[in-house]
């Protein structure tokens, strides 16, 4: 989720740095340092390409803006359901062992005390523990 933030940072930021497309367009072609008879035709060529840009740019930000907010629903109910299934776990064991324990193994379905009560059990009826 702090990834899809700092790309809508970006995405700002490059909405932003294209309020002036001619400004972008000759701050481009400054850098590029290029003989004069093509500046003409690369200046056009360039201020379509950053004008397509400023005009994908709000849209692409609504996108990461959803984005965003849909990661942050879905942390949310990650964190939800993780304190359920720990609610639930403890329940069944309790139900399983008839006491509250602290639940020492974290696979699935696994009784904390079931090992403890099956081995007991056992060795008083004189069986080998399984």
Same mark, same amino acid.
């Given at each position: 989720?702090? +990834? &899809?933030?700092? #790309?809508?940072?970006?995405?700002?930021?490059?909405?932003? /740095?294209?309020?002036?497309? @001619? $400004?972008?367009?000759? *701050?481009?072609? /400054? $850098?590029?340092?290029?003989?004069? !008879?093509? *500046?003409? +035709?690369?200046?056009?060529?360039?201020?379509?390409?950053l004008a397509t840009r400023a005009e994908?740019?709000?849209?692409?930000?609504?996108?990461?803006t959803r984005l965003a907010s849909l990661?942050? !629903?879905? #942390?949310?109910?990650l964190t939800d359901l993780t304190a359920?299934?720990? +609610?639930?776990? /403890?329940?069944? !064991? #309790?139900?399983?062992?008839?006491?509250?324990?602290?639940? *020492?193994?974290?696979? %699935?379905? @696994?009784?904390?005390?079931?090992?403890?009560?099956? &081995? @007991?059990?056992?060795?008083?009826?004189?069986? $080998? %523990?399984?």
């Amino acid at each position: 989720m702090a +990834k &899809t933030r700092i #790309e809508l940072v970006d995405l700002r930021e490059q909405q932003n /740095a294209l309020s002036d497309i @001619s $400004a972008s367009v000759d *701050q481009a072609l /400054a $850098a590029l340092n290029v003989a004069p !008879d093509v *500046q003409d +035709k690369l200046r056009a060529g360039l201020f379509r390409l950053l004008a397509t840009r400023a005009e994908m740019l709000p849209r692409l930000s609504v996108q990461q803006t959803r984005l965003a907010s849909l990661l942050a !629903d879905i #942390e949310q109910q990650l964190t939800d359901l993780t304190a359920t299934t720990a +609610k639930l776990s /403890a329940m069944l !064991d #309790e139900r399983c062992c008839g006491r509250r324990v602290m639940r *020492q193994s974290t696979s %699935p379905g @696994s009784c904390a005390c079931r090992k403890t009560r099956t &081995t @007991s059990s056992s060795r008083s009826a004189g069986r $080998a %523990p399984r």
